[in-house]
């Protein structure tokens, strides 16, 4: 599996000094770490005590993939406490940051729960199918991905790395620190731009073996190919698609975009577009351009023969390729950008904009929105 663009992060939260003062990235590094809740001092299995250098030595690299079985997880970890306990969980967060599920990141018993090697590695691999979560909640088979619903009501999906230091890998509050996390922005699967053979739109209800076609001309789906033994695409190949997404700011080249891709069309042609959706209306669009370069020289890619595939681009502020403009770096300065993979029936992309009616459709996109602010008085 393809490593995800997202990238690991140490979790601040869960420490203090000696004297109860919360620790941060500034904190020196020789600084004695205790549990926040119950003040227990944080030690190795050896029983000297961690320090803050050895709480950021953490390092390491996650991938994530929706399979038949549910969705699975695979880390490969470093820095980690030597012979250390850990578990790995799983937490959904709703919209205004709250957790709305919490669970182990597998729901095989014990099956998260891991001991480092004499020099702080691990390899993990863990799947976790739908249902009930070990703690609260609930998720689906593919936690990477949803429908709209379901992705605005818990958008992100975080995987948490614990060191146990009573040595169990379970037990209450006190006896273990959060110590690294990934946070994956969930993918939204787009069937709005499809429909069955009679023009209906398609759901999650529609039967998986539905074949589908674009709204805007009534065209059929396909896969790559041509001559009689071309296949229509169905509804549960098209809404199989799932992902991660990470975004950053630069200095001098705009906002970079890094995604990994997974359950795509086996050799599809595919382009990437960033939409700003009016936070007033979100069916009318401020802007919409091609991520990367305004030429659209950048965000088009074609999946390989597994329905994988990877883009990373540059977008710099101004105009954007079709219209309006967008700021240097918009995960700061933009309420609302959709990132959305638009699928290519005829496997031709046409540069600044997306191609004649007929010949393409929306797949899938992941929405970046800023938490709603309360008014004065709320």
Known sequence: MAQSPVRLEHVWRGIVDKNGNPIGPTTPGNTQIFEATQKAAVTTPGASQLTVADFTSAQGGISAKCVDQGTQAVLRLGGLVPFGVYSLQLVLMGMTGAPMGVGSLSDEPNASIFVADEQGDADISVTHAGG??????EVSGCWLAGSQNDVMQQPMAVVVGNYHFNGTGEGPPGTFIPQFSFTFLRMMRVPNEIRDKNGNQITDST???????????GNAVYFPGSGKNRRQLTAGEFMKASGSIAVKCTIQQ????AMHLNNLVPGGVYTVWLAKPDPADMSQMLGVGALGKSDGSEN????????????VAYTPGGNLSTSGTIADCWPANEPIVQVAGVYHIDGKTHGPV??????YAAHFAFVFAKPPQAGPGK
Not at 132 to 137: I, K
Not at 254 to 257: E, F, I, K, L, V
Not at 300 to 311: K, L, V, Y
């Open 300 to 311: 088009h890619f074609a999946a390989d023969q597994n329905g994988e595939a990877d883009i």
């Open 132 to 137: 009930a979560l070990s703690v609260n909640g």
């Open 254 to 257: 705009g906002t970079r975009t």
């Open 207 to 217: 039967p998986p073996e539905t074949p589908v076609f674009e709204f805007r001309q």
């Open 354 to 359: 997306t191609g004649p009616d007929g010949t």
